[in-house]
């Protein structure tokens, strides 16, 4: 029996979006605010969080900021996985698009409580398809007693089946 603990990700500092290079898909490099950091340190003092042996995280530029926030505070390794990004509007063909497109793939999503709705070819990704990617790096990470996962708001809403959760919330996943 492995316990993950699911941290969201502080919040993002997005004063240089759509600046530099941080436009289209690279916008996902940004890393966090002052109010981000400070969150991610007070996230660190909850004791839930000692016995952790691991930290896996997002590849994105908040998630690994956080996660290595946590590594530090918390004097745990950490690794990178692909696959906790967060929920792909393109889950076909993993295009970065526009954001009136991505924009209405989510709101579908939600609308829809995460299912594509019956009858319509939808490329967005589903709350079955996050939770099978998901399940997937878990698998790998079941030798451990206490596992910090730190990753995105929306895969931790329709993953975990929870309301979308607020920034460097922790939420308990016992997998057995």
């Not at 759509?18 to 890393?31: A, D, L």
């Not at 596992?147 to 996943?173: A, K």
């Amino acid at each position: 029996m492995t316990t993950f603990y699911f941290i969201r990700h502080g919040q993002m500092d997005t004063s240089m979006a759509g600046e530099k290079f941080y436009k289209g898909f690279s916008y996902n490099m940004m890393t966090l605010s002052e109010k981000g950091i400070h969150q991610i340190h007070e996230t660190a003092k909850d004791k839930r969080l000692f016995d952790a042996e691991l930290i896996i995280t997002s590849p994105f530029g908040r998630t690994m900021h956080s996660a290595a926030i946590l590594s530090k505070d918390l004097n745990v390794e950490m690794r990178v996985e692909t696959d906790l990004h967060e929920w792909m509007a393109d889950g076909v063909t993993y295009e970065f698009l526009p954001n009136e497109v991505a924009e209405k793939s989510y709101k579908c999503l939600t609308e829809n409580e995460g299912h594509h709705p019956a009858g319509e070819k939808c490329i967005w990704e589903s709350a079955e398809q996050m939770r099978k990617r998901v399940m997937k790096v878990l698998d790998r990470y079941t030798k451990y007693n206490s596992v910090i996962v730190v990753c995105h708001g929306t895969l931790m809403q329709y993953v975990l089946g929870i309301e979308h959760p607020q920034n460097g919330q922790i939420e308990e996943f016992v997998y057995q």
